[in-house]
């Protein structure tokens, strides 16, 4: 499974990193997870390109999540690949009817697989997913993903929460919560939200104290975190933000940036 931050940013942009976006690779297919503005032109500094891509996943509704899905929606029939599966909460169906009826020019244009997901296991794109509700201000879905067919049991269209296989968990919009964590348990990497540094009051979105003592207090384990969707109050005090979970938390955290590709197997 290869895993590629396509956006890290938030709703105020930084001009060095594209709002929310996730592209999952797998030997049975490609998972774009979010869609915010700027990850269409992520996706295609990719090999996957806007083409290649099987579904789209939503964590949430939010703008800074979705606003290139009609973009990315318009590419792909100007080059003639008309058919994807849309995925995400109760409402993504409902959602992306609307913004399409917004343009007549883009009705009947697409062949749309609408899919709603909620917290239990599911497959999509040649990947098995398990999900769980955040603590957001709208509802919101963490997702962990292994890749259909990997593991030790070499079996398929499972629980993605085995943690005899490689997985990765993307919290989505959250605040820190111990089980959260426990989700993760045996994930090789969980991308995190940290959207903003210790001296900032908000809620909605952990500050790196909050999640640094949730790593350290949950009975969850997992090999690496990587922290994103960040706000720019962030640049500048990475190792600020480094060391208040550091102060808290002994794993291995850094800082998710547009671009990144891990091979998770």
């Not at 956006?7 to 998972?31: D, H, V, Y």
């Not at 990719?46 to 800074?64: F, M, P």
């Not at 990587?226 to 208040?244: A, F, V």
């Amino acid at each position: 499974m290869r895993v590629t931050f396509l956006g890290t940013g938030s709703a105020m942009p930084t001009g060095e990193r594209f709002q929310t976006g996730i592209l999952l690779e797998s030997t049975a297919g490609n998972l774009l997870v979010d869609c915010g503005s700027g990850v269409l032109h992520g996706l295609q500094r990719t090999e996957v390109g806007y083409e290649g891509i099987d579904a789209v996943l939503l964590t949430h509704h939010h703008l800074d999540h979705v606003s290139d899905l009609m973009p990315l929606l318009k590419a792909r029939w100007l080059a003639g690949a008309t058919d994807l599966t849309v995925a995400g909460p109760e409402g993504t169906a409902e959602l992306v009817t609307d913004l399409l009826g917004v343009h007549d020019y883009m009705q009947d244009r697409m062949d749309l697989d609408f899919r709603e997901v909620g917290p239990s296991p599911f497959s999509l794109a040649g990947f098995d997913v398990d999900a769980v509700e955040t603590r957001h201000s709208m509802y919101c879905l963490a997702y962990r993903f292994a890749a259909a067919g990997e593991g030790a049991s070499g079996a398929s269209g499972g629980s993605a929460t085995g943690t005899d296989r490689p997985a990765f968990v993307f919290s989505g919009d959250t605040e820190a919560f111990p089980e959260l964590v426990d989700f993760a348990d045996g994930a090789a990497v969980l991308a995190h939200d940290c959207s903003f540094p210790d001296s900032v009051d908000v809620d909605n979105h952990p500050i790196p104290s909050e999640l640094g003592r949730t790593l350290g207090e949950a009975d969850g384990e997992v090999g690496r975190v990587y922290l994103t969707h960040l706000y720019p109050h962030t640049d500048g005090r990475h190792d600020e933000m480094l060391d208040s979970i550091a102060d808290h938390y002994d794993g291995d955290v850094r800082f998710a940036s547009d671009g990144l590709s891990l091979d998770i197997d």
